[in-house]
């Protein structure tokens, strides 16, 4: 660790007698404009060779991430876990995962970041525990009908022998969401549900224990010093305890195992706790929902700050698409008074180099498959016009590890290599996610890519391609064109602009005007501009005084086809 980076900037000190200051009471506002970035800890930075990303990887690597101009970061579950389903299987929240490293290092992790400004947010899975979990072996080891199986939902099944299950809700990783318990006896028992892998049983967030052992984990970290929970799965927590079929059709609210007006009354919970702390301590919400007026609901002034917007993720590459979804989710937070949020991708999507490189630009699990082809120059375009309109919208931003070097997916993964559920549940059809958590390159023109230390005995947990070597961090920044470079420089002008962040917003241009042209132009006041080309022509740009930074150079004047433009205008 360069202990002279770590003592720039900032006046506290770093090290064991160093005080942790609040990290809101510099700016209580913080997270309404904030950038965060997503660490995915397996795959970001070894430190101790065993060819898995941990904490000392993290730590030796903050530097870099003060230096590409990030206000906090969010790190996926990084607690003991049978990584089941990549650490969303929690055994022991309190507790690090061994491959990860220590709890003092968290500790110290979450200081020397803070002591550069970066801001530490953790990563809580409420919907389902492992079932390496001592609540769920409890409940395994007890009666039907016993207390210890009320935490989880264990039922009979159906039919004679009770070998049907209770219901045919459908899991989000494909196939089956209960699986039958076997009795000390060796017969078959209870079925208990599971939205996810049987490895991630659910809780029953009717059962007090439940309630009162998530506050207690929240205060845990708090206590530690982090400034937010990214709150997984936050809308299936409360079910039907009748348990009922889907509906063909749903009345809102009325689904039984999402979005219930239950899971507000918990949220508040959580909120009072946060709110109890010195500064702001932020609540983030995974909120997958079409409805976007129940989405806002849950950043209300007392529930969650923020929620990830999935809705623009989501939509194609056409300035129309993402134009209706930038209205429509401004408009639902208006009325709650929360800023939106603006993510490209995370650890659960394909990359958007390769997304938007593809004849359907748009997300959905459902669709994926392998062999889709793409045009990666492309993609890399349109992604490095996409991080400048995304940098310009109001509101926080994620950017999601390797992001910034403009990874592609990693399409070609060995099979027996693939370690996640959505593959092997869906019987390999969909291709899974690890193709976005390949461990990132660093240095060098081979793998590991400076990923593990020089020397070390093992390889990276999942082999990344090898022609990767142009992606390297090393290699991007000596280059002014690279999307390191392109990350760096627009998020020191998203830091320094007052327009930027959380603010006003105004399109130039009618909607009718923009369908017709492909472009959105926005500003911000203060004189910005954002004006990004989704036609495949040149356009003008409009009257401005300076060009602050472009996607790809302009052209006589004149912005190219998929690429975006921020300028300084006179107004
Ligand atoms: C969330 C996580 C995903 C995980 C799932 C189950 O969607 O982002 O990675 O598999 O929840 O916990």
């Known amino acids: 660790m360069d202990t002279a980076v770590l003592s720039t900037g900032t006046d506290q000190h770093v090290g064991s007698e160093s005080v942790l200051v609040s990290p809101s009471a510099v700016d209580p506002l913080w997270w309404r404009s904030a950038v965060i970035y997503q660490i995915y800890i397996r795959s970001f930075a070894d430190g101790n060779g065993d060819g898995t990303g941990d904490l000392a990887g993290v730590r030796s690597q903050l530097g870099y991430l003060r230096d590409l101009g990030v206000d906090a970061i969010w790190f996926t579950p990084w607690y003991a876990s049978p990584l089941a389903?990549?650490?969303?299987?929690?055994?022991?929240?309190?507790?690090?995962?061994?491959?990860?490293?220590?709890l003092a290092e968290a500790e110290a992790l979450i200081r020397e970041a803070l002591a550069l400004g970066i801001r530490t947010i953790i990563d809580v899975v409420p919907n389902h525990i492992s079932d390496q979990h001592p609540w769920f072996k409890a409940a395994l080891a007890a009666e039907p009908g016993s207390p210890e199986r009320e935490r989880f939902w264990f039922r009979p099944g159906r039919g004679t022998n009770g070998d049907e299950m209770p219901n045919h809700w459908v899991s989000n990783f494909s196939g089956d969401t209960w699986t039958r318990t076997t009795g000390a006896d060796g017969t078959p028992g209870e079925w208990y549900l599971h939205l996810f892998t049987p490895e991630q049983p659910d809780l029953n967030w009717n059962h007090p224990d439940v309630r009162r052992m998530h506050e207690d984990v929240l205060r845990?970290?708090?206590?530690?010093?982090?400034?937010?929970?990214?709150?997984?799965?936050?809308?299936?927590?409360?079910?039907?305890?009748?348990?009922?079929?889907?509906?063909?059709?749903?009345?809102?609210?009325?689904?039984?195992?999402?979005?219930?007006?239950?899971?507000?009354?918990?949220?508040?919970?959580?909120?009072?706790?946060?709110?109890s702390y010195d500064g702001t301590r932020i609540l983030v919400g995974e909120i997958w929902l079409p409805d976007v007026e129940r989405f806002a609901k849950y950043l209300r002034a007392d529930e969650m700050h923020t929620a990830f917007n999935f809705d623009f993720m989501s939509r194609p590459w056409r300035a129309g698409e993402l134009r209706e979804s930038i209205d429509s989710m401004l408009a639902a937070h208006a009325p709650v008074g929360a800023p939106s949020t603006w993510v490209l991708s995370n650890h659960d999507v394909t990359r958007p180099v390769t997304r938007y490189g593809r004849d359907d630009t748009s997300f959905a699990f459902a669709t994926k498959r392998f062999h889709t082809p793409t045009d990666r120059a492309l993609g890399t375009r349109r992604a490095r016009a996409a991080a400048l309109l995304t940098a310009a919208l109001p509101g926080s931003l994620y950017v999601y590890q390797g992001d910034e070097l403009g990874l592609p997916e990693a399409e070609e993964l060995p099979l027996d290599l693939l370690q996640d559920p959505m593959y092997f549940r869906s019987d390999g059809i969909d291709p899974g996610r690890d193709g976005c958590r390949v461990p990132m390159p660093w240095s060098g023109d081979k793998p590991p890519y400076g990923f593990t230390p020089s020397g070390a005995a093992s390889a990276p947990w999942l082999p990344q391609?090898?022609?990767?070597?142009?992606?390297?961090?090393?290699?991007?920044?000596?280059d002014s064109g690279s999307m390191l470079s392109l990350y760096r420089t627009a998020l020191g002008i998203r830091r320094s602009h007052p327009a930027l962040g959380d603010g006003p917003f105004t399109w130039l241009d009618s909607e009718e005007d923009e369908r017709n042209s492909g472009v959105l132009a926005f500003s911000r006041g203060l004189g910005f501009?954002?004006?990004?080309?989704?036609?495949?022509?040149?356009?003008?740009?409009?009257?401005?005084?300076?060009?602050?930074?472009?996607s790809v150079p302009l052209e006589n004047g004149l912005l190219p086809p998929d690429s975006t433009a921020w300028l300084r205008t006179q107004h």
Do not use: C, M
Request: charged residues 25%; proline residues 8%; hydrophobic residues 40%.
């Open 85 to 102: 389903d990549g650490g969303y299987d929690v055994e022991d929240y309190l507790t690090i995962h061994p491959s990860f490293g220590e």
């Open 220 to 275: 845990f970290w708090f206590d530690r010093g982090v400034a937010g929970v990214r709150i997984d799965s936050a809308a299936l927590l409360v079910k039907d305890p009748a348990l009922p079929e889907v509906p063909d059709v749903v009345a809102p609210g009325e689904h039984p195992n999402t979005d219930r007006d239950e899971l507000h009354d918990i949220y508040r919970g959580w909120r009072a706790v946060a709110d």
């Open 465 to 478: 391609p090898d022609d990767w070597a142009d992606l390297t961090v090393e290699a991007q920044v000596r």
């Open 529 to 550: 501009v954002s004006i990004t080309n989704f036609s495949d022509a040149p356009v003008t740009l409009p009257d401005y005084t300076r060009l602050l930074l472009s």
